[in-house]
């Protein structure tokens, strides 16, 4: 077996690739929270998805004038929290490509003692910014959905109807952090080697 010595000539190769790697790890494992995601395929079709940790199911919401949805009752995880309780959210998030304008939803659970039951109450689009006091998230954020201390879920709105938005994915720096990783594993085993 050979002993590996570290000496300050290769530290520093050491260190760039203990950092890259710490970098493009994904992040750690924690608790996996229902997501709730309303995406918007035009002004008239809006559609809603829980993923994988919320049951998987999806549907479309009632449309009542384009921009506009109203009450649907859709399914979802049962919150399983130890006493009937309900909650309601009401959450913004920017209209991509047109500042001073958002988008909102209205989304509720009530849960008795059997099962839980989900609506969405109403979502409206391409809405002024005027007057609104509360946070708006960036498009496609998904936002915690609390009751007292407790996370239950996530609720992000994905705006794919804005002509203006183009999502390009950063494999740059991906492929950069990787690029940095291996050169330092290869500046290292030669050094070892």
């Known amino acids: 077996m ?3 010595v570290i000496t300050p000539k290769i530290l520093p190769a050491l260190m760039v690739t203990i950092i890259t790697a710490w970098f ?3 992040a750690w494992a924690g608790a996996v929270e229902p997501t ?3 995406t918007e395929v ?3 079709q809006l559609n809603w998805a829980w993923d994988a940790a919320g049951g998987g199911s999806s549907g479309s919401i009632t ?3 384009p921009d506009n949805w109203g009450l649907t009752i859709i399914s979802g995880p049962n919150l399983n929290q130890s006493q009937p309780f309900n909650i309601s959210s009401f959450i913004f998030w920017a209209e991509p490509g047109e500042p001073g304008f958002h988008n909102h939803a209205i989304v509720g659970y009530i849960q008795d003692v059997v099962a839980g039951l989900w609506t969405i109450f109403a979502v409206d689009s391409d809405t002024s910014d005027v007057g609104i006091t ?3 998230y960036p498009d496609g954020t998904a936002v915690d959905v609390t009751f007292g201390l407790t996370h239950l879920y996530k609720e992000a709105f994905v705006d794919s109807a804005a002509a203006s938005e183009a999502t390009v994915p950063d494999t ?3 492929f950069s952090l ?3 990783s291996l050169m330092g594993l290869a500046f290292l085993r030669r050094k070892v080697c």
Do not use: C, M
């Open 2 to 4: 050979k002993t590996i």
């Open 24 to 26: 493009a790890h994904p």
């Open 36 to 38: 709730l995601t309303l």
């Open 42 to 44: 035009s002004n008239t």
């Open 63 to 65: 449309t009542l004038t």
């Open 134 to 136: 509360n946070t708006i």
């Open 172 to 174: 740059g720096t991906t």
């Open 178 to 180: 990787f690029g940095l």
